[in-house]
């Protein structure tokens, strides 16, 4: 069965379900119509549902299987000694270490050649080493994985003993707060792999097995991650995911790639499952209730009422952005549920929260009852002060290091905001209140629209936050008000450099930060610190822009002196490494454009080694990854203009597979996506460098028609045209370079119209006037015949 009929067939087969079981056939041959094929393939889905008590496992890239694989007597340096499991991936042998170095017993999974043939095996290598540094109490370890002579894919893994999760619960008959602290533990192991950027995929009881000391264990995990890798210029082969539908989403099951949120549909419906005590009824509807699972009283219908039935519906929300943020956002609840305390998902009143205050301290409430009385949890000044305080700052910065936040960050700040509001208005607030409520806004316009940091795209509601925060900041004298201006002004001044291309509106805010940083407090903060790289760094974009490449050079080294008086235990985390390679790529670039090619290398060289050895301690900081991207743009690019393009393809590929694994949990990034259409477009135009038209006209093509929906969606972004403008030229160029001439003066005539009404607004760069304008005057000369062929420039 094709990929596309094995989606369809599960999406029909799923929407079956929701019809009684007497009218499900003649439902299927309605909806199926005149389509053979996908009715077989529906009622064959419906026939293995009744003939299991639990929903098949399949690869949906799978063929017709034998049903075992043939063996060989050993892998490595395991011998297999017995089969102790098959399944829709492989089958699983029990194996013993037998080259003489020490005794292990080892799990050896032989995959399905069906399924690791559509896998690049460069790919395949890079990704199983991903899963292999995957080590936590929670998840079975992966040690190895490979193929031998033969060509048979295998994983090593941890040997279990055990029984599934579902078969534990059963057996031992435990009741809900000792499943809760289970399924904890297995959100423990889900989270560890997230901040990896690994997603499990087929989360469901068979995967976990609680062994004999009550450790549970996540198997397979990532395995589905291994078996889809693709080269990053691949298709996106979402369909080859293995596939529960029992514990999968409707994304997952209309055929989407699957995300973290995935994974948390599943844990949900696990829960629920350890819980009533059975599968969860196929036509149930989402979100899974607990208390319409069980009859009319049931004993358990107090527990399946409460905030355990708010957390399971959470956690199996059919609407992504409505479920749980993260396996360790529904871990919290299920701990705020085992301690009496609310739930940090459900929205709070006096009455919710006094009832837990009353039945977590039932014995004392005659004493505490009257401070009780009439005290609504909201108008309590402190508390709301350190609750919206906890959420736009520990809060905020804890989820910053968390893949997958971005949009999660925005509703929690924007939530806190609303509690800082109140309090700012409300009469005789402290300054300092007021001083918290702008450093809100500056956070809240952070992940709204600033550019350079991970954000959504709403660049007039990140101005207008900054607006606000500037104008409650100058009326504040208080220590610490300066600071956080000149940090408000940066971000402003960032909005003017890399959205508007305003330079002297820049030039004017940076200025004003410069002057509201002052000198250094002392002892010398890490935010007085990370302020003044800030002020730097804007500093170097400006002259960049303007090709005032020696005073880059001036204020670069001005700023890695700075670098270099950081103590030692503020070189520790990711900060540094991402300052000090942001100041070498200015630098580099200035090398370049001032002619010293070779020289711009070795600057970024040495920024690839720090943010490399930088990775090895930090392997899943976003900040060290997304500096990685950048920097290997820079060698890339200088690479190809020394004459070395095949070298620099590998580095573009590995920027890619980077930006896509991040992509997979930050989709609605803006930030991220435009840094990824920038990577695409290189790989381009290095690929029309080797002669690949082909592929190189398919990628520039893909990034022209991303940029032409984001300038739709977001009118009157001058950055947003600009890069059109810029990436319409380079489609131009690789057209001319294969030989489609008229397609080429097309797309450079379009170009010219974009850039000139850049320049008609005065938002045009001298940089762009000077270099992109006139090459695309010179070519278009070239198509009118005013020039002949030879004047053609096709740099870019």
């Known amino acids: 069965m094709d990929i596309a009929l094995e989606r369809r067939a599960l999406r029909t087969f799923e929407e079956s379900l929701m019809e009684a079981p007497d009218a499900r056939d003649a439902w299927i041959a309605a909806k199926c119509g005149d389509d053979p094929q996908l009715r077989e393939a529906v009622r064959a889905l419906v026939d293995a549902a009744r003939r299991s008590t639990a929903f098949p496992t399949e690869a949906p890239s799978a063929r017709a299987r034998p049903a075992t694989i043939a063996p060989p007597e050993r892998i490595g340096a395991y011998r297999l000694t017995e089969r102790i499991g098959s399944g829709g991936m492989g089958d699983v042998w029990r194996a013993e270490r037998d080259d003489g170095l020490f005794e292990q017993s080892v799990a050896v999974k032989l995959l399905r050649p069906s399924l690791y043939a559509a896998t690049s095996a460069a790919y395949f290598d890079t990704e199983r080493r991903v899963l292999a540094r995957l080590r936590h109490r929670n998840i079975a370890q992966l040690y190895d994985g490979g193929a031998d002579p033969s060509g048979l894919a295998y994983f090593v893994m941890e040997l279990l003993t055990g029984d599934p999760i579902d078969h534990h619960v059963r057996r031992r008959k435990l009741e809900p707060r000792a499943i809760a602290r289970l399924v904890i533990d297995v959100c423990a192991g889900v989270q560890h792999a997230h901040a990896a950027f690994v997603v499990h995929a087929d989360i469901k009881p068979s995967n976990i097995i609680v062994d004999g000391d009550g450790v549970v264990k996540l198997l397979d995990f990532g395995i ?11 298709a996106d082969e979402s369909g080859a995911y293995p596939l529960t539908p029992a514990y999968a989403s409707p994304s997952r099951l209309a ?35 607990l208390a319409s699972a069980i009859d009319v009283g049931d004993q358990r219908m107090a527990t399946f009422e409460g905030d355990l039935a708010f957390i399971v519906a959470r956690a199996t929300d059919p609407r992504p952005d409505h479920r749980y943020a993260s396996a360790s956002a529904l871990a919290t609840d299920l701990e705020n549920w085992l301690g009496l305390h609310p739930l940090a998902a459900r929205d709070r ?31 309590r000044f402190g508390e709301v002060r350190s609750l919206s305080k906890f959420q736009i700052f520990d809060l905020y910065d804890a989820l910053a290091q968390t893949p997958g936040t971005t949009e999660t960050r925005f509703r929690m700040a924007r939530v806190a905001q609303g509690y800082l509001d109140r309090l700012a208005r409300a009469p005789s607030t402290p300054p300092e209140v007021r001083l918290e409520t702008a450093a809100g806004y500056i956070r809240l316009a952070q992940v709204q629209g600033v550019p350079s940091m991970p954000n959504l795209g709403d660049l007039d509601a990140a101005r207008a936050n900054l607006a606000r925060a500037d104008a409650m900041l100058a009326k504040t004298d208080l220590p610490g008000a300066s600071l956080e201006r000149a940090h408000c002004k940066l971000m402003m001044a960032t909005i003017a450099i890399q959205s508007d291309q305003r330079m002297d509106a820049a030039k004017a805010l940076v ?30 974009e400006i002259a960049d822009w303007e090709e005032r490449y020696d005073d880059v050079r001036i204020i670069g080294a001005k700023s890695l002196a700075a670098l270099d008086t950081w103590r030692g ?14 100041v070498l790529s200015k630098l580099g670039n200035a090398r370049w454009y001032l002619g010293d090619r070779e020289g711009g290398l070795q600057v970024f060289q040495s920024a690839d080694a720090l943010l490399r050895e930088a990775l090895v301690r930090m392997p899943n900081s976003t900040s060290l990854i997304k500096a990685l991207i950048v920097n290997n743009y820079d060698v890339a690019t200088t690479l190809d203009s020394l004459g070395q393009t095949r070298g620099a393809i590998p580095r573009m590929r590995e920027s890619l597979a980077y930006g896509n694994r991040l992509l997979s949990f930050e989709s609605r990034d803006h930030n ?3 840094l990824m259409w920038r990577q695409q477009s ?44 810029f990436d319409t030229m380079v489609l131009g160029t690789i057209n001319w370079r294969a030989g489609r001439r008229a397609e080429a003066c097309r797309s450079w005539a379009e170009a010219e119209q974009q850039f000139l009404s850049l320049k008609t607004r005065g938002v045009l760069t001298p940089w762009d ?16 015949r005013r020039k002949p062929a030879s004047a053609i420039r096709l740099e870019t």
């Open 682 to 725: 290189a790989l381009a135009q290095l690929l029309a460098s080797t002669g690949q038209f082909r592929d190189a006209l398919r990628e520039e093509t893909a990034v022209v028609a991303a940029k032409q929906a984001y300038r739709r969606a977001h009118p009157g972004e001058i950055r947003a045209e600009r890069d059109l403008a």
């Open 349 to 379: 009143d006096w009455r919710y929260e006094t009832s837990l205050f009353i039945r977590r301290h039932r014995w004392g409430v005659t004493a505490t009852v009257a401070a009780l009385v009439g005290v609504q949890a909201e108008q």
């Open 569 to 582: 235990d503020m070189r520790l985390d990711d900060r540094y490494p991402v300052w000090r390679a942001g």
């Open 672 to 674: 991220l996506r435009r």
């Open 255 to 289: 055929g989407e790639r699957p995300t973290p949120s995935d994974d948390v549909f599943a844990l949900g419906v696990m829960l629920y499952e350890l819980l009533v005590g059975a599968p969860r009824d196929a036509a149930a509807r989402l979100p899974l209730s």
């Open 769 to 784: 006037t000077s270099t992109q304008l006139g090459l695309l005057s010179n070519n278009l000369d070239v198509c009118a």
């Open 224 to 234: 589905a991650q291994v078996l889809t890798a693709q080269p990053s210029d691949g």
């Open 511 to 540: 200025a004003e930060a410069e002057r509201l940083l002052g000198a250094p407090t002392d002892p010398i903060s890490a935010r007085w610190l990370d302020t003044q790289q800030s002020l730097l760094l804007r500093q170097m």
